[in-house]
């Protein structure tokens, strides 16, 4: 079964805008991973943040960690057209080798 | 260095027809080893993930079926395939972060 959550299924934004998506999961991690999926490519590794780290930026990119929510927001910031993708988020379990995504968030960014 | 390869890249078979889909790593040993499936607009399923040699463990049951004969090798299979084993099967290392194949666009005709 899935654990990660993302929200929103989808999202469209004009160039150089914010894109913000969220997760959510069930059990306890030791880190959560967002990646990138290009149409009909594989899965780019973006961020991870661990479970005892609350933010935590990469270029354009800002990740947030709630554990007490149990939850996780990717923001990107001052979007590009090559921004255009599906993200998803990856949790990486306490006391289990299975890693769960989410049915990911597409985001199509507007030239 | 450290490496994942997956292939072939494209394969068209027809249903009943037998698969095996290879994923192999370096640079690493030991490593945990994961098969995915993602249906078109889908997100990941994961299918069998893999500890160590002869260790599979399966997540859903399935027309498929996987092996590590060696330590750095992940076969995907099945002996007759069905129209639903249509999709993307991605091969993953989990090298903290996870480390993706390039993927195998399957479709069964």
């Known amino acids: 079964s899935q654990q990660g959550e993302e929200d929103p299924q989808a999202l469209s934004i004009q160039e150089g805008e914010n894109a913000t998506m969220n997760c959510s999961y069930k059990?306890?991690?030791?880190?959560l991973q967002w990646y990138r999926q290009n149409s009909g490519r594989g899965l780019v590794h973006l961020i991870l943040i661990r479970s005892n780290e609350r933010e935590k930026h990469s270029g354009r990119l800002r990740v947030t960690l709630d554990t007490s929510k149990k939850s996780s927001s990717l923001l990107i910031t001052a979007s590009r057209a090559a921004d255009t993708a599906s993200y998803f988020c990856a949790t990486d379990p306490a006391n289990d080798y299975k890693l769960s995504f989410g049915a990911g968030t597409t985001v199509t960014v507007r030239a | 260095s450290q490496t994942i390869h997956q292939w072939p890249a494209t394969l068209v078979q027809p249903v009943g027809s037998p698969l095996s889909l290879e994923c192999t790593v370096e640079g690493t040993s030991n490593p945990n080893l994961y098969w995915y499936r993602q249906a078109a607009g889908r997100g990941l399923q994961l299918l069998f993930y893999?500890?160590?040699?002869?260790?599979i463990s399966s997540e859903v049951p399935q027309n498929l079926s996987a092996s590590r004969p060696q330590d750095r090798q992940f076969i995907l299979s099945s002996k007759k395939l069905l129209l639903s084993d249509s999709g993307f099967y991605l091969c993953?290392?989990?090298?903290?972060?996870?480390?993706f194949g390039s993927g195998t666009r399957l479709t069964v005709v």
């Open positions: 059990t306890s991690i030791n880190n």
């Open positions: 993953a290392w989990d090298s903290s972060p996870v480390t």
């Open positions: 893999s500890v160590g040699i002869g260790q």
